[in-house]
């Protein structure tokens, strides 16, 4: 057995691990995130994305072995597959849970929990100078991760979630 096919099995048994973590990462967020107190909306067209992605992650990989590359452009190829592939198992595991929690904001492939939120910076700006910003966008400064930026689909939407946010944590609002 050479290293390319060594590295192309690797590959794919990394890809398929990762795809087989998607229901226990599904379980890990509802228990850290409570009960749903309001739901998000997802498009329907997720999962064809995501199954796109995932076969063209497994073309790129089956790529080195067609084709003559260094041993480096080879190992380039299955880690951007299995990243590819990571990606895909994040927003997977996260996409029908969108929506304010008990304890945690879920859109798209951001978690973010409201112990780890420690300023909402354009909510501390005068009223006026709020208005300079897009209002389906919330902007989080957390403790751990830095600046947030959650993107929802409406303006409706984000002030829904930061109702939610203020009522499970009043000491957020000031």
């Not at 084709?67 to 990243?83: E, K, N, P």
């Not at 957390?142 to 109702?163: D, H, M, W, Y």
């Amino acid at each position: 057995m050479d290293i390319i096919s060594i590295l192309l099995l690797a590959s794919y048994c990394a890809m398929f691990i990762l795809l087989l973590t998607i229901p226990l990462r599904r379980r890990a967020l509802m228990l850290r995130a409570g009960r749903r107190i309001f739901a998000i909306p997802t498009k329907k067209r997720t999962f064809f994305k995501g199954a796109a992605i995932i076969l063209l992650c497994v073309v790129l990989v089956f790529v080195i072995k067609t084709r003559y590359f260094s041993i480096f452009v080879d190992i380039a190829f299955c880690g951007t597959a299995i990243l590819g592939v990571e990606f895909v198992a994040r927003l997977f595991s996260v996409a029908t849970l969108c929506g304010a929690w008990q304890n945690a904001v879920l859109l798209d492939t951001e978690v973010v929990l409201y112990d780890d939120i420690s300023v909402f910076p354009i909510l501390q700006l005068p009223p006026e100078e709020q208005k300079n910003y897009a209002a389906n966008i919330l902007v989080a400064e957390t403790k751990s991760r830095g600046t947030v930026n959650l993107i929802f689909p409406s303006a409706e939407v984000c002030q829904k979630v930061l109702e939610v946010i203020f009522t499970e944590r009043p000491e957020l609002k000031s």
